[in-house]
């Protein structure tokens, strides 16, 4: 099974919906990392969390780390067409500095 | 300010022949890491190189090797390719200050690899 497992895998909503993507690991997190890929292109980096309970926040984009560091979600608020591409969260589980990715989730935003 | 630029950005080989990949890590960076995805998947580590030495490795056969020169630009060497390693070849740069140190990798867009 995936180490990390993100759910949902696809999504897609309207224009102005608000969205939530959750990363779930079997193993407590040293740094969750969430990214934004678009179809056959790299990854662009939106937010890092390591303590337990933080959130941060990025335009319409918050991203939170459960208590435990085993949990994230990333939220997004009156979504857009922009909004679209695959999020991928990855975590260091070892304090290695080596990142597991879980398998992405892919969000269509439609007018 | 450069980020991660990666070469070429399309390629393709026939089965049983060698490739070498590159990757300028972004300016200020000294650690690159080398990642495959493949279609519908997420990243796989590969392997990770800091101060010209491997420092980590994924679960990938010795087919894949690589190097890292004294500017930190690093080359991803893949021999013997099979159908399998049809992939797209992602590397990451990040500044390190020490194992653990949590410090974002920025990637570059990709090099596309096709196995015929």
């Known amino acids: 099974s995936q180490e990390l497992e993100q759910s949902p895998q696809s999504l897609i909503v309207q224009e102005g919906k608000n969205l939530t993507i959750n990363c779930t690991s079997s193993k407590t997190l040293y740094g969750l990392y969430w990214y934004k890929q678009k179809y056959g292109e790299g990854l662009i980096f939106l937010m890092m969390?390591?303590?337990?309970?933080e959130e941060k926040s990025h335009e319409k984009i918050t991203a939170k780390l459960d208590e435990k560091k085993q949990q994230s979600s990333l939220h997004i608020t009156a979504s857009q067409p922009s909004h679209a591409g695959i999020y991928l969260c990855g975590a260091d589980m070892g304090n290695t500095d080596k990142l597991i990715f879980g398998t992405g989730t892919r969000l269509q935003v439609f007018p | 300010d450069a980020g991660v630029t990666q070469s070429p950005t399309h390629l393709i080989k026939t089965r049983g022949q060698q490739v070498t990949l590159r990757c300028s890590p972004k300016?200020?960076?000294?650690?690159v890491s080398w990642y495959q995805q493949a279609l519908g998947q997420g990243p796989q580590f590969i392997f990770q190189y800091y101060e010209e030495e491997e420092r980590q490795r994924g679960n990938f056969p010795d087919r894949f090797s690589g190097h890292q020169f004294p500017n930190y630009s690093s080359e991803l060497n893949v021999n013997a390719l099979l159908l399998g390693d049809s992939a797209l070849y992602l590397c990451?740069?990040?500044?390190?200050?020490?194992?653990?140190?949590?410090?974002?990798?920025?990637f570059g867009d990709g090099t596309r690899l096709s196995i015929l």
């Open positions: 969390l390591q303590k337990g309970g």
């Open positions: 300016s200020g960076h000294d650690t």
């Open positions: 990451a740069s990040s500044f390190r200050q020490g194992a653990g140190s949590n410090q974002p990798q920025h």
